[in-house]
């Protein structure tokens, strides 16, 4: 197979911003997260759980929908609790573009 075999549908290169953090929350649970800014996904941030590979494009208004981060990262209500914490202070607001 050669590279003119696949039928791409997007493929595009652009400068990103990644912060990197690790910390523990109240109720003792380790987050190493990779936090990227891109201009790809709406004002969104690409957030990656770098320990279990688990990562979700999210916003702001996806800390405030149930379930959210509890089926995105296989938490505990208690755990995504925690972290929707963590991520009001990392993410912003949404900004939709036409």
Known sequence: MQLKDFDFL?????????????????GLRRFDLAVTTTNRF????LVVDMQSGRSGVLG?????????L????????DEAA???QFLTF?????HFTD
């Open 90 to 94: 990392v993410l912003g607001d949404v």
């Open 60 to 68: 702001a208004d996806d800390l405030e929908e149930e379930g959210v």
């Open 70 to 77: 509890e089926s995105v990262f296989r938490l505990s209500d």
């Open 10 to 26: 997007s493929d595009s290169t652009e400068q990103t911003s990644t912060r990197f953090v690790t910390f523990i929350t109240p």
């Open 42 to 45: 709406y004002g969104k941030k």
């Open 82 to 84: 925690e972290l929707a």
